[in-house]
């Protein structure tokens, strides 16, 4: 029968364990994950299974990396992620960590947009680091993901992008993640896309300033294609702003719901 | 009318653009939909409301 093996096809006999493979193919192998799971004791293996033989510490050759980097993934979703295009406006808070999970699960092409260079109050809750600072956004965040994950595409757009260009940016992903800071630009695209690119969806984000609870963050659905993170009033404003924590929740709200989203899952 | 699901009375005649003064909004910080269309700032102040009308309106808060 026929498991994956690192992400390759092979052949084995019915009643062959994941041990038994270990120990044909990687005896050395510390780490074995067993469709998406860490096992620690020997089990049957089945049709289509998907196993990956990992020698703890080993850099591994680039043909075997991209198989090890989606091991834990729940199985059969990597090829559907890798297939996704996803447009990310504005590379802040919320754009910054979001491309980092996109890039971490293997979304097969970003497009990353921001017009502004890295400054150190950006450090607090942006994925930059020190060395960036005075670097384009878009060339820092590039080197940041290459150095995640080098399988996946990524373009970057050192633009200001507003309803003149949205069109013209984004034409050909699938989703398009709203992650500006000012309030205006928030509005504009996502109306923009709403009113003008019909085959598209737009996640968007709004209230996520201060430390107030994390359990007021939530994804609602506003209409098919307008889906909206945050606790809707915590506005960054003078005396209250914006760190780390609150709004990576609000971000990797916003990855979870692209991830949902190319996987099919409409509803929050 | 129903706003954000919420039934609501208003003057005849108001239009978009009024409705979001009366709620204290800035037209260029919501998107607006009506009867479950989008409709873009431009036209605010073109549409009258009425009774019928289903409306949200989502107001965004700066921060990112």
């Keep these: 029968m026929n498991v994956f093996v690192n992400e390759k096809s092979i052949e084995i006999e019915n009643n062959e364990t994941a041990y038994m493979v270990r120990e044909r193919i990687k005896k050395d192998a510390d780490i074995v994950v067993l469709n998406g799971f860490i096992i620690n004791e020997d089990k049957m293996l089945k049709e289509n299974d998907k196993l990956s ?7 591994p050759s680039e043909e075997d990396l991209e198989g090890f980097l989606v091991s834990r993934h729940t199985p059969g979703i990597h090829e559907k992620l890798k297939k996704a295009s996803v447009g990310i406006a504005g590379l802040g808070g919320l754009g910054s960590n979001v491309a980092v999970s996109l890039a971490r699960i293997g979304v097969g092409k970003l497009i990353l947009v921001d017009f502004d260079v890295v400054e150190p109050s950006n450090l607090n809750r942006q994925q930059y680091f020190i060395r960036h600072i005075g670097m384009k956004k878009t060339e820092a965040l590039k080197e940041i993901l290459k150095e995640i994950n080098p399988f996946i595409k990524i373009e970057t757009k050192d633009v200001y992008l507003d309803k ?14 709203e992650a500006f800071d000012n309030p205006k630009c928030k509005a504009e695209i996502t109306t923009t896309v709403l009113t003008q690119m019909e085959d598209k969806i737009v996640v968007a984000a709004s209230g996520m300033a201060g430390y107030f609870s994390n359990n007021t963050i939530v994804t609602k659905k506003v209409t098919d294609r307008f889906y909206l993170i945050g606790d809707d009033i915590s506005e ?17 709200h916003q990855a979870n719901t692209v991830m949902r989203l190319i996987l099919g899952e409409m509803d929050v | 009318m129903i706003i954000n699901g919420k039934n609501m009375e208003f003057d005849n005649g108001i239009n978009i653009m009024e409705l979001l003064k009366k709620f204290n909004l800035s037209e260029d910080k919501v998107v607006v939909e009506l009867n479950y269309e989008i409709i873009p700032k431009e036209k605010f102040s073109q549409i009258v409301l009425n009774k019928e009308d289903k409306l949200e309106i989502v107001s965004f808060v700066g921060g990112g």
């Design chain 1, 53 to 59: 033989l990992i020698k703890r510490g080993e850099i």
């Design chain 1, 164 to 177: 003149s260009n949205v069109k013209s940016i984004f034409s050909d992903v699938d989703i398009i993640v």
């Design chain 1, 236 to 252: 960054a404003k003078i005396g209250c702003g914006l760190m780390a924590p609150r709004v990576a929740i609000a971000a990797n």
